[in-house]
T-cell receptor, first 114, second 111 residues
Framework: KAGVTQTPRYLIKTRGQQVTLSCSPISGHRSVSWYQQTPGQGLQFLFEYFSETQRNKGNFPGRFSGRQFSNSRSEMNVSTLELGDSALYLC?????????????FGPGTRLTVL | QKEVEQNSGPLSVPEGAIASLNCTYSDRGSQSFFWYRQYSGKSPELIMSIYSNGDKEDGRFTAQLNKASQYVSLLIRDSQPSDSATYLCAVGTGGGNKLTFGTGTQLKVEL
């Protein structure tokens, strides 16, 4: 069974631009969660989507948004990029019907904001 | 107080020894607990999940959960150099699949 895929793997943007990251979950998984990982803050939860609906949201500004499609693929968008948005963005896939499921991470998208 | 706390290490153990990694959490309502391994430059890889008090064993790995003490641990038996990585404790909080992570413990297994 194929794992979680994320595209693109690397991105370089400048301040003020916006970016869209994509995540395809494991086949059959309906929940996709997004996390940001930085050396200073570690792994932080951004949001979770299940059945095209946002089910949970972390403490990030409204510049961070996401959506999920009917095939469970998910995208996250960051608008008006700031230098501090430079991070590894990870998505995690889980079965998701109930909470507390095991989550499996994709390889991540490394975003650099100049 | 951080929601999930881990000793950052590094924790150094000789090859073949038992490595013991610890984690405490603050939310008493937490119901799901996970250990992830992360090699430098890679994404986290799920090692163990545990939901009930007690021990859960999988190969060389044993997860231990004590909800009364709000404590989770991971034991790695017969440690190998390939086990050298950062180990992340994650706790499921609230509904859905939101995970709160500790900052990770760096493990070094020395020859």
């Amino acid at each position: 069974k194929a794992g979680v895929t994320q595209t693109p793997r690397y991105l370089i943007k400048t301040r003020g631009q916006q970016v869209t990251l994509s995540c395809s979950p494991i086949s059959g998984h309906r929940s996709v969660s997004w996390y940001q990982q930085t050396p200073g803050q570690g792994l932080q939860f951004l949001f979770e989507y299940f059945s095209e609906t946002q089910r949970n949201k972390g403490n990030f500004p409204g510049r961070f948004s996401g959506r999920q499609f009917s095939n469970s693929r998910s995208e996250m968008n960051v608008s008006t990029l700031e230098l501090g948005d430079s991070a590894l963005y990870l998505c995690a896939s889980s079965l998701g019907v109930a909470g507390g499921n095991e989550q499996f991470f994709g390889p991540g998208t490394r975003l650099t904001v100049l | 107080q951080k929601e999930v706390e881990q000793n950052s290490g590094p924790l150094s153990v000789p090859e073949g020894a038992i490595a013991s990694l610890n984690c405490t959490y603050s939310d008493r309502g937490s119901q799901s607990f996970f250990w992830y391994r992360q090699y430098s430059g890679k994404s986290p890889e799920l090692i163990m999940s545990i939901y009930s008090n007690g021990d859960k064993e999988d190969g060389r790995f044993t997860a231990q959960l004590n909800k009364a003490s709000q404590y989770v641990s991971l034991l790695i038996r017969d440690s190998q150099p390939s086990d050298s990585a950062t180990y992340l404790c994650a706790v499921g909080t609230g509904g859905g699949n939101k995970l709160t992570f500790g900052t990770g413990t760096q493990l070094k297994v020395e020859l």
